[in-house]
């Protein structure tokens, strides 16, 4: 791997982490510091590849966005939706205070 | 501070000199879709906490998005009325974020390829000036869930019947010069959208929510720093939040310091802004395409389509009701504010004097409606009442006096025009035999006064109108009063 493509270092990772809520213990950063350089690495052999005259690819499938029409058909589930709440009360979720 | 200078809306006078705004505005509609923008539950307000969710808008895992087709054909139609470009092929991507009334992570909105690009709208000013603001774009996006935070003293409730309602967010450009320049365009945004049908307009619902991004430079300068006043849901705080925010700024610049880019909110208690507890990396959204969904793609024709199905638009309205009824452009402005208000006046100008009409439903009715807190789809007074009583103004069957008598009288009873005038024996007077009777009656009243007048107090011809008139209890026809006076006091 060379240094060029070591673009992801300790402190990207950290702020990687911040943004996902993810708790990465110390002692595996340099781990994942190093994957995600190997990953990136990978995929930026893609770059050698001339794609100036080629149509960025959404679906290999060749289906378009399938569209729906308007009506009401699912809800009234409140059961279902908050089974998995650690907290709820009178229909609502409840978490730990967010103030903004 | 220098009194004598003459401040255009939109400027501060600070110690430097004179500073003017630059503001941008991204307005959040709800569309009026039953369902929500990708799932099939119920989009509507104010249902039980949590009822109108399914387990897509709760992000359970392996749940797929399916867009709404009537979304997007709103979408469209509002983005034909903003003279705006149509997008054929549109990319939905993820806005990633956390927080508690986001259940997926992410916002599924359109960064890239918004469905509208580049449009333009005229605003009307209140001095009857016009000035064009343009539109950078229009994508569409998913609502968040609502949070409650004043249920209990360490925790939020958390509802999630809004996430997921599909928005239109409409950006113009930094082309707003004032607080009252931003007002008229959220107004004229409500207004289109309210014709088009894509949203109801309810800005107390919260169907429509504006962000204010504003920042202040002295003319010809480049823009300053801008800070963003988020989620303003009146015309009048829209204008007091601005206002407020651009004199901050001058304050700041002014002493020498520098405006951090932020995120602001306007409380409405004390009229004035304050940051929002930034958080870090904020805006790192980290946007990438949704997996989930292909890109949105139609074809022109189907375009076309919903061309077709747009209604006359407020602009276009206003000018023929101009050249149509005769009004002038201010009357006319009014009356295209609320397709309500064209629909009345068309039904009831329709065959009559359209001016007479305007100035009556303009100054008499919406001054009565407003009075008795009434909306005009409520009113007692309907447009074809209106307009016979227009009609007996104009064919002389009764004065302009009585027939705001007639008129304060529908209000109450709802009866047509031509019955209460009928019942009370309002027509006016045009008879010249009966009007010289009465003549005749305040001259030999009156001779000293007659005297008078023939020797040169011309003054005293107003008080034998006024005399001849209260004799016939008002109802004397005014102008022939007038005539037979002059002649008959030579």
């Not at chain 1, 990953?39 to 149509?55: R, W, Y």
Request: net charge negative.
């Amino acid at each position: 791997m060379s240094n060029k493509e070591s673009i992801v270092d300790i402190p990207t990772v950290n702020k990687i982490a911040r943004l996902s809520r993810l708790n990465i213990p110390e002692a595996s950063k340099q781990n994942l510091t190093n994957d995600l350089n190997n990953i990136l690495g990978f995929v930026a052999q893609l770059d050698e590849v001339n794609t100036s005259d080629v149509k960025p690819l959404a679906s290999v499938t060749g289906h378009k966005l399938p569209l729906r029409s308007d009506k009401v058909t699912d809800g009234n589930i409140e059961d279902l939706v908050l089974k998995n709440a650690p907290e709820s009360s009178s229909g609502f979720f409840v978490v730990p205070k967010v103030i903004e | 501070m220098n009194e004598s200078i003459n401040l255009k809306p939109g400027q501060i006078n600070g110690e430097t000199g004179i500073w003017e705004m630059v503001i941008g505005l991204e307005i959040h509609a709800q569309i009026s879709s039953k369902s929500k923008l990708f799932s099939g539950a119920s989009a509507s307000f104010g249902a039980e906490a949590n009822s109108n969710v399914s387990l897509v808008d709760a992000a359970m895992p392996g749940m797929l998005p399916v867009i709404n087709e009537f979304c997007v054909e709103q979408a469209v139609k509002t983005g034909l009325a903003l003279n705006a470009k149509i997008n054929n092929v549109s990319i939905f991507d993820r806005k990633n974020y956390f927080y508690a009334d986001l259940p997926q992570g992410y916002q599924i909105s359109q960064f890239t390829k918004p469905i509208v690009g580049e449009g333009e709208i005229i605003i009307d000013l209140d001095d009857g000036l016009q000035t064009t603001v343009g539109i950078e774009r229009l994508h569409l996006e998913q609502d968040a869930g609502k949070s409650l935070h004043d249920q209990h003293p360490s925790k939020s409730y958390i509802d999630l019947n809004r996430t997921g309602v599909a928005l239109m967010e409409i950006v113009s450009k930094p082309d707003i010069r004032s607080p009252q320049e931003a007002g008229a365009y959220v107004k004229k945004i409500r207004s289109i959208l309210r014709y088009v049908g894509a949203c109801d307009g309810n800005m107390e619902e919260g169907s429509l929510r504006a962000d204010c991004n504003v920042s202040v430079r002295k003319s010809g300068e480049e823009f300053g720093t801008r800070c963003e006043i988020k989620n303003l849901n009146s015309v009048r705080f829209i204008i007091q939040a601005i206002q407020s925010e651009a004199e901050r700024q001058v304050e700041i610049l002014e002493e020498g310091g520098k405006i951090n880019q932020e995120t602001r909110l306007f409380d409405t208690s004390t009229g004035e802004t304050r940051s929002m507890r930034s958080k870090e990396d904020a805006h790192d959204y980290r946007y990438f395409p949704d997996p989930d969904l292909l890109p949105l793609e139609f074809s022109d024709s189907w375009v076309q389509k919903i061309r077709e199905t747009l209604p006359e638009l407020p602009d276009l309205l206003k000018k023929r009701l101009v050249t149509d009824f005769g009004i002038t452009p201010y009357d006319a402005s009014i009356l295209v504010e609320e397709k309500d208000y064209v629909d009345f006046y068309q039904k009831a100008a329709n065959g009559k004097d359209g001016k007479l009409t305007a100035n009556w439903m303009i100054t008499e009715l919406f001054g009565a409606l407003k009075k008795e807190n009434i909306s005009l789809s409520n009113s007692p007074i309907s447009p074809e009442n209106l307009g016979q009583l227009i009609a007996l103004i104009s064919d002389g069957t009764i004065s302009g006096k009585i027939a705001k008598d007639v008129f304060a009288e529908m209000m109450i009873s709802k009866k047509s025009p031509s019955d209460i005038v009928k019942e009370k024996g309002l027509e006016q007077v045009s008879d010249d035999i009966e009007i010289l009777k009465l003549i005749d009656k305040v001259i030999s009243e009156n001779e000293d006064k007659v005297k008078d007048y023939l020797g040169g107090k011309d003054k005293l011809f107003g008080f034998f109108v006024g005399q001849v008139m209260k004799l016939s209890q008002g109802k004397a026809n005014p102008g022939m009063v007038n005539k037979l006076l002059k002649n008959k006091l030579k």
